[in-house]
């Protein structure tokens, strides 16, 4: 499995304390995170020769936990802003346009490959 680094030091307490709304976004997050889901979307968009400022797996990642939050348009990515101290900063709305811009016929379809992996595993997981 991925390493999910971020999420490492993520522990839950009742003291009232660094509350955050929509916690459940990170728990999507890290879904994502732990059943391949990021990585497959990060290794499948990945373009040689570039290194681009943010990895387009992880963008699609945050825009869909985004729009499970309500976003409805790609400026609703600042929904994420709250999550900063938690996921790390949201990409933009341009970020967020660049890499959507970027995907064409080909990138769809490669895209629904790495899709199959975490699916079976979040399968076997709920038939255990």
Do not use: F
């Not at 999420?7 to 459940?24: E, N």
């Not at 990170?26 to 990060?42: E, N, P, Y």
């Amino acid at each position: 499995m991925q390493g999910i680094g971020w999420a490492r030091r993520l522990k839950m307490v009742a003291d009232a304390k660094g509350l955050i709304g929509h916690a459940g976004a990170v728990l999507l997050r890290r879904c994502a995170d732990q059943v391949g889901l990021t990585s497959g979307l990060s290794d499948t968009l990945r373009v040689r020769g570039r290194s681009p400022g943010w990895d387009r797996g992880v963008v699609l990642v945050q825009l869909a936990v985004a729009i499970c939050l309500g976003a409805t348009a790609m400026a609703d990515i600042a929904v994420l802003d709250h999550q900063t101290a938690v996921l790390g900063a949201a990409p933009s709305d341009s970020t967020v346009r660049r890499v959507l811009a970027e995907q064409d016929a080909e990138a769809v379809v490669a895209i629904t490959r790495p899709g199959r992996s975490p699916r079976a595993r979040v399968g076997s997981a709920g038939q255990s």
